[in-house]
Every structure is written in structure tokens, then in C-alpha cells.
């Protein structure tokens, strides 16, 4: 997995999450691109290169090493040889005709992508997925061209087959066709997401479908077109009731701090493990730098806790973008203490609980014990606009939900410990005027704190009760 991939992972799993929360039955869907040219191109590299591979009695033995690697070896052949780029074209017609040789090596291929990018999926702290990959839907994809050319919507275009709509056209005027077969007689994305629409909306459970009634796309928004012709013709064909919405969620490009392509030194892609480590190690070093002994080692805990910070700031400063902006990527803006960040977050927390655990006498290597609910009473301005900002957490929700921009958790976030800390500065808890006050203002602690743990939760970043 590469950069690339973060966006679509965590905005994802954030909406599935607040989609949860909020009472619906969400299924979390992870399609895979495990089908296609690239496949094809792959497949015919291990035909070479790795035979035994093309054997289900052998293929498991195979050790492929690094897919990158594997496939920067292929693709420079598909680029070079014209003979290996007929047979990577040829090959992914043989793969979804169901050839046994090209379905044994493109099964080894899945395998060992999945082993890897579980371990981003881990260390992002994405739970919950259902791998449904392009191939899942080959079985339907005859049944859809038939479908459509019965209805007239798909015809013959240039010895490939085609949907024309109402409204797109080329650059110089002429219909824009959306293919869905090709001249070869393979099918394409187009084909297999109006079959993936069918099965998500039209198919009953009985029979392995979803009957979902709202389905999110979150891809990047070059593909906004795609889906927009994909949707209109699944709507034309009648694969889509009125009632159900079919909602693209793009999102924008992840650049370098220059607003270029975000890429190493040498140009190539960033790994998202690379990445993810590096953050890490940030903030084990910043985190060092702040302990009476910088020369003493972590302890378990303390590594833990550098990590969501470090895994917390890149998801965070992600997140708090708006989802169709490009971002430039940078390390120290996102490990900031100042800010909309996620480290300021952490701390936020981490802050209440210490101003809890004071207040009420608990000690600070403990779990905090969250005092009972109390009446509330307004002494000062700033309580006052703390409960205003509280109160609209339901709204700030209902937002979302709606809108699917999940920045706007991470600006109400950030609102909300800004409005604490003016509370704080002028309201004294440990020392208030009376028992009912302090009991008052630990109630405000106590919300502002589940508010934080409640949205920093729908983002996927653990709290930590002490920094």
C-alpha cells in the first residue's frame, strides 16, 4: 500500500464509524483492484519468472518477496516488450474466462498482497472490513451486458460495446462512450461496478446481496466522472430504486511539502508503512526530548503512547482537511502542540484527566474514575459557552452524517477544547467556592472528556489519560 491508499482507508472507516453510532447497519466493504490489466501483466511476469506459481499443489511453496518490487519487473517488461504486453492483455481475458494456471498465480498474488496491507490495516486501527475485490463480481458481469443490450442502452462501438448518455461528450463534441467490453471481450470497471450496484441493492440477502439503500463510494476524485456515468446508466437501466442513494465521497491528492507529487528522493511512490514509521519515530524522539532522562529507554507504555501519537497525527491531519482539498504532507505541522492537530487532542485529554485526578484525590498511575453526573451551575461566562459548544455535538453529527465531511468533527474538536481551556482559566475547579460548584465543574470535565474520547474514537485514535 501506498500513500495514495491512506485517504480512502481512514475517511472510510471515520464515516462507517459515525454511520454506526448513529443506528445504521453499515457494511464495510473493501474493493480491491485485484482484477484488470495489472493483473494479467503479473501473472504472465510469474509464468516466466515463477512457474510453480501457476499450480495450486505448488503455488503455496512460492515465495514472492517484495510485490513491488515484483511488479516495477513486470511493469518494465509491459512497457518494453510488445510481445509480453499482447500476452498481459491476453492474460486477464483468460482470468476472467477462469483459466486454472492464470487463477492459481493471480491467487498467490492476493494472498501476499493481503498479508501485507492487513498490517497497515492493524496499525491504522481499521477494523471491521469485508474483502469484496473486482473478481468477486466476474460471475455477473455476462448477465449485465446482456441486460443492457436488451434494453438498447448498450451497443456496438468500434468493435468494443458501449453505454452512451445524455451530456457527456469528448473534448471535440462527438458522445463520450462508457465501455463496458472491450474489443478483446473482457470487461472493465465500468461493467463490474453496475454489477457491484446490482448485488448491493438489487440482490437479496437470501441470495448473498445487500438491499442497501444508501452506498458510499470513497474513491479519489478523478474518478468522479466514472462514477457519475456509472450511476446514471445503473439509474437508466433500472438497477437503482428512487429510493436508494448511490453517493460518490471523493477526495483530493496527498502532495509534498513543495505541492508536488508526494514521492521520495529518487521519485518513487511513498510507501504508507514507511510513512506510518517515520511518524512514529518522530514522536518517540519528540517525546524523548521532553523526559527529565532523554538518555533513558521507553518502557512499554511510553512506546505505545508514541505511536498513537505518531499514527494519531497522520490520520488526524488528514482528517481534519476538507476531504476534496489536495493537503501538503508535513511531519511537523501534524506533531505540532499548537493547533488543530491531533497531538494538541492527546494532550487535551490527557489534561482533563490530570485535572480530574487532582480535584478528586485519585492517583496519577491509575485508570481516572470519572465522577457522577451533578447539577449544574453557571457561575461564569465561560461555562456558559462550554455547554453551548457541548450541546451541539448531536447537530455536529447529524452534519456529517449527512454531508460526509469528516473535518467537521475534527474543527468541533478542536472548538471544544479551545472553549475548556477558557473555561479552565477562569474557573477553578480543585479550588471552587463551594462543593456543588467543584461538583458542578467536574461534570463539565467529565463531558468534556467524553465528548473528545467519543470523536477522537469515530477517527480511530485512541486516548491516552496521561502524556
Not at 482537511?321 to 491531533?342: D, Q, V
Request: net charge negative; proline share 3%.
Amino acid at each position: 500500500m501506498h500513500v495514495g491508499h491512506l485517504r480512502s482507508t481512514i475517511i472510510g472507516d471515520t464515516l462507517s464509524n459515525l454511520l454506526s453510532f448513529s443506528g445504521h447497519d453499515v457494511l464495510r466493504l473493501n474493493h480491491v483492484g485485484d482484477w484488470g490489466t495489472q493483473f494479467g501483466m503479473l501473472v504472465e511476469h510469474l509464468r516466466d519468472e515463477f512457474p510453480q506459481a501457476l499450480s495450486k499443489e505448488t503455488s503455496k511453496d512460492v515465495e514472492l518477496g517484495d510485490l513491488v518490487t515484483l511488479y516495477k519487473a513486470a511493469k518494465k517488461r509491459f512497457d518494453a516488450d510488445d510481445d509480453f504486453k499482447v500476452r498481459s492483455r491476453e492474460g486477464v481475458v483468460k482470468l476472467q474466462a477462469g483459466d486454472k494456471e492464470a487463477l492459481a498465480a493471480w491467487e498467490s498474488l492476493c494472498a501476499a498482497s493481503r498479508v501485507e496491507y492487513q498490517k497497515i490495516y492493524d496499525v491504522l486501527n481499521i477494523v471491521g472490513l469485508n474483502e469484496r475485490g473486482e473478481s468477486f463480481y466476474n460471475p455477473y458481469l455476462l448477465n449485465v451486458i446482456e441486460e443492457l443490450e436488451e434494453q438498447g442502452l448498450a451497443v456496438e462501438s468500434e468493435g468494443a460495446t458501449a453505454v452512451f448518455l445524455d451530456g457527456y461528450t469528448n473534448r471535440d463534441g462527438s458522445p463520450l462512450p462508457m465501455l463496458v467490453r472491450k474489443s478483446d471481450g473482457g470487461f472493465n470497471y465500468a461493467t463490474t461496478d453496475l454489477a457491484a450496484i446490482r448485488h448491493r441493492v438489487q440482490m437479496e440477502a437470501s441470495d448473498g446481496g445487500e438491499k442497501a439503500d444508501r452506498v458510499l463510494y470513497v474513491t479519489d476524485a478523478g474518478q468522479s466522472q466514472h462514477f457519475e456515468m456509472v450511476f446514471a446508466a445503473a439509474k437508466k437501466a433500472g438497477f437503482v430504486a428512487d429510493s436508494v442513494s448511490l453517493e460518490h465521497v471523493p477526495f483530493g491528492l496527498v502532495q509534498g511539502e513543495d505541492g508536488k507529487k508526494f514521492a521520495t528522493r529518487s521519485g518513487d511512490t511513498v510507501k504508507l508503512k514507511d510513512l506510518l514509521d517515520e511518524a512514529v519515530r518522530i514522536a518517540g524522539e519528540d517525546m524523548k526530548s521532553r523526559m527529565e532522562n532523554p538518555d533513558e529507554d521507553f518502557t512499554d507504555a511510553t512506546a505505545d503512547v508514541a505511536k498513537t501519537v505518531g499514527i494519531g497525527a497522520v490520520k488526524y491531519a488528514d482528517l481534519s482537511m476538507n476531504r476534496e482539498s489536495n493537503y501538503k504532507f508535513s511531519y511537523g505541522r501534524m506533531l505540532s502542540l499548537n493547533g488543530n492537530t491531533a497531538p494538541y487532542m492527546l494532550y487535551a485529554y490527557a489534561r482533563i484527566c490530570g485535572i480530574v485526578r487532582k480535584a478528586t484525590g485519585q492517583p496519577d498511575d491509575q485508570k481516572v474514575e470519572w465522577p457522577e453526573a451533578s447539577e449544574i451551575i453557571i457561575s461564569h461566562d465561560s461555562e456558559k459557552q462550554l455547554i453551548r459548544n457541548l450541546i451541539k455535538l448531536p447537530d455536529v453529527l447529524s452534519e456529517v452524517e449527512s454531508e460526509l465531511y469528516p473535518n467537521r468533527l475534527c474543527d468541533y474538536l478542536f472548538e471544544t477544547s479551545q472553549k475548556f481551556n477558557q473555561f479552565y482559566e477562569n474557573c477553578s475547579v480543585n479550588n471552587a467556592e463551594t462543593p456543588e460548584l467543584k461538583a458542578s465543574r467536574l461534570s463539565l470535565c467529565t463531558v468534556s472528556a467524553a465528548t473528545i474520547r467519543l470523536l477522537m474514537g469515530f477517527i480511530g485514535i485512541d486516548v491516552v489519560e496521561k502524556l
